[in-house]
């Protein structure tokens, strides 16, 4: 591994759709760009299979393949990727001090694309299975299951849409909620509660996702809350909607975020509160989670980092 100097013009924190464009970006623009990749090197469309909605692959990609093909693109004109987690960042003063395990570096401008995680069931059955019929992303997946019956688990606004989707390719959609009423706004309730594909199973938890790697989804395994009994219930796929956590708790108390804890960005940019640190992706992005967009925003990343270094003599 190349070593590391003591000083970058731009830091990129994260290495999916949007760190790896925002470092393609930075590149050719002779930033020489360092990726810190994080824990997991590609983001979440590492644990995708087939993408089919990214543009310029006609016949689909599969997910860590797209994410090497990005990495290797933006290595290509001078970013430095390395397989480090950011542990900590001061951005008190200019240039910032980016800390990982085992040492420190300085940053003239800091990207932030560390994504947001897709809260899970825990189920060892489940993660088994993501990809081969368990999905967190109906947008990103619901074409794959056409003419399937499937399950969504979730009680939120989130989970009413994804469940409104899915019904364009599904025979049927089953929502599992662990309560007896949904926590989603009215609307969203009212919408689900008259589409007359969608069913709703209350009081229940997913104790366990039946099926296999080659054979896919073939059922969940139910557990009444209040009865205590579980049963199985036969489906073809299941879609877990019960929300994401921003990958933004070392940020904390440094930039502005909302109650949730993504970061706030100004005016249309990428523009945190704090002047020369930048963000883009699912760090930021509260409403349509697609790789293409995070991409996007990591164009949107590096151009900003550009101007701000050249207006400031960096």
């Known amino acids: 591994m190349k070593e590391l100097k003591e000083s970058y013009k731009v830091v990129i924190m994260g290495s999916g759709p949007a760190g790896l464009t925002a470092a393609l970006y930075a590149a050719r623009a002779n930033l020489e760009p ?13 644990t995708t299979t087939d993408v089919e909605n990214f543009p310029g692959f006609p016949s689909g990609i599969m997910g860590p393949d797209l994410m090497d093909l990005m990495r290797e693109q933006s290595e290509r004109f001078g970013a430095q990727c390395v397989q480090k987690a950011v542990t900590a960042v001061d951005f008190s003063k200019r240039p910032f001090r980016v800390s990982t395990e085992d040492e420190q570096i300085l940053a003239s401008t800091f990207i932030i694309s560390s994504g947001a995680t897709a809260r899970m069931l825990g189920l060892p059955s489940e993660r088994e299975l993501v990809g081969y019929g368990v999905s967190t992303c ?9 003419d399937k019956e499937l399950v969504v688990v979730g009680g939120g606004d989130s989970a009413m849409e994804e469940s409104i989707f899915l019904t364009k390719f599904a025979t049927r959609v089953t929502v599992v909620h662990r309560r007896d009423k949904l926590r989603a706004s009215v609307i969203m309730q009212q919408r689900a509660g008259e589409n007359e594909k969608i069913d709703f199973i209350w009081n229940g938890v997913v104790e366990d996702v039946l ?3 080659e054979d896919g989804v073939t059922g969940v395994r139910i557990k009444d809350v209040v009865t205590g009994e579980s049963y199985v219930k036969e489906c073809q796929g299941m879609f877990v ?3 994401h956590t921003p990958n933004s708790g070392i940020f904390r108390g440094q930039l502005e975020m909302d109650d949730n804890g993504y970061l706030i960005t100004n005016n249309g940019t990428s523009e945190t509160s704090v002047a020369g640190v930048f963000a883009a992706g699912d760090i930021q992005d509260t409403r349509y989670k697609q790789a293409i967009t995070a991409a996007g925003s990591g164009c949107m990343a590096a151009m900003d980092a550009e101007r701000f270094i050249e207006e400031h003599g960096l």
Do not use: K, Y
Request: hydrophobic share 40%; glycine share 22%; aromatic share 14%.
């Open 211 to 213: 099926g296999s790697r």
């Open 241 to 243: 909607a019960i929300g």
């Open 138 to 146: 109906a947008t990103c997946d619901g074409f794959f299951f056409r």
């Open 34 to 46: 360092l990726v810190f990749e994080g824990p997991e090197a590609g983001g979440q469309l590492t």
